[in-house]
C-alpha cells in the first residue's frame, strides 16, 4: 500500500509570499493529484500530473518520479489562498480507481 | 456542469438514530466511494462500489453500511450513530479505469453531528 506524506501540515504566510507544500510517497505510481479544499468542505482537482511540471494561473505543480516528491508551489500568494492542500495517488493495492491521500496543509495567507 | 450532490451539507443526529447520508452523481461514473475526514487524519476510506449492487470495505467500515441500488446513487448508513461518527462525509466519484486518476470528483461534503 501506498504511503502518502505532506509536509508542513500548517503553514502561515503573509500576502505575496512564495509558498512550496511537498508530498512524497512509497510506491511509484502513473501521476498524482493536487486538491484543493476550502473551508465549508468541498474539494476541487487542481492538477493531475505525471512527470514534469505542471502551471495554471499562480499555481505550479512538479513531480520526480524518481524521487517519488512532488511539490505545490503558490507564486504571489493572496488570502483567497487559504485552504488546506492534499495530495493524492492511485492505491493500486486497492480498487480500481481509488485514491490514497495525505493528511492536507492547511495554509492560511495573512493580509 | 457535471457533479456529485450529497443530500445534505449539515446535520445534527441523536445516539442510537438511523442516519442516512446520499450521495448522487450525474457522470455516469462507475465507481462511488465515502470517506470521512477528521483533522489531524485526513480522509479515510469507508465503504467503497465499483458497480451497481457491489460493494468493498475500505479502512474504516465498522459502525457503517452501504446501498448502491441504481449506478448514480450511492447511501451511506449509520446504523445506531454513536458520537465518534461525528465527522466531515464527502462522497466521490470516478471512472473505472485504475491507469488514470482523471475524473475525480468530489461532492460538497456533509458535516455529521451526533449528540
Known amino acids: 500500500k501506498n504511503e502518502v506524506e505532506q509536509s508542513p501540515q500548517n503553514l502561515t504566510a503573509q500576502e505575496g509570499e512564495f509558498i512550496t507544500i511537498n508530498c512524497s510517497y512509497s510506491?511509484?505510481?502513473?501521476?498524482l493529484h493536487w486538491l484543493q479544499q476550502h473551508p465549508g468542505g468541498g474539494i476541487v482537482s487542481l492538477f493531475m500530473?505525471?512527470?514534469g511540471k505542471k502551471k495554471h494561473g499562480r499555481l505550479i505543480a512538479t513531480i520526480n518520479i524518481q524521487e517519488k516528491h512532488s511539490s505545490l508551489h503558490i507564486t504571489a500568494s493572496h488570502p483567497r489562498d487559504s485552504a488546506v492542500y492534499i495530495c493524492?495517488?492511485?492505491?493500486?493495492?486497492?480498487?480500481?480507481?481509488?485514491?490514497?491521500f495525505g493528511k492536507g496543509t492547511k495554509l492560511s495567507v495573512k493580509p | 456542469d457535471v457533479k456529485v450532490t450529497q443530500s445534505s451539507r449539515y446535520l445534527v443526529k441523536r445516539t442510537g438514530e438511523k442516519v442516512f447520508l446520499e450521495c448522487v452523481q450525474d457522470?455516469?461514473?462507475?465507481?462511488m466511494f465515502w470517506y470521512r475526514q477528521d483533522p489531524g487524519l485526513g480522509l479515510r476510506l469507508i465503504y467503497f462500489?465499483?458497480?451497481?449492487?457491489?460493494?468493498e470495505k475500505g479502512d474504516i467500515p465498522e459502525g457503517y453500511s452501504v446501498s448502491r441500488e441504481k449506478k448514480e446513487r450511492f447511501s451511506l448508513i449509520l446504523e445506531s450513530a454513536s458520537t465518534n461518527q461525528t465527522s466531515m462525509y464527502l462522497c466521490?466519484?470516478?471512472?473505472?479505469?485504475?491507469?488514470?486518476?482523471?475524473?475525480?470528483?468530489f461532492g460538497s461534503g456533509t458535516r455529521l453531528t451526533v449528540v
Open positions: 466521490a466519484s470516478s471512472l473505472r479505469d485504475r491507469a488514470t486518476i482523471g475524473g475525480y470528483t
Open positions: 510506491v511509484g505510481i502513473s501521476a
Open positions: 500530473l505525471s512527470s
Open positions: 493524492a495517488v492511485p492505491n493500486y493495492g486497492g480498487s480500481q480507481g481509488n485514491l490514497i
Open positions: 457522470m455516469d461514473h462507475e465507481n
Open positions: 462500489s465499483y458497480d451497481v449492487k457491489m460493494k
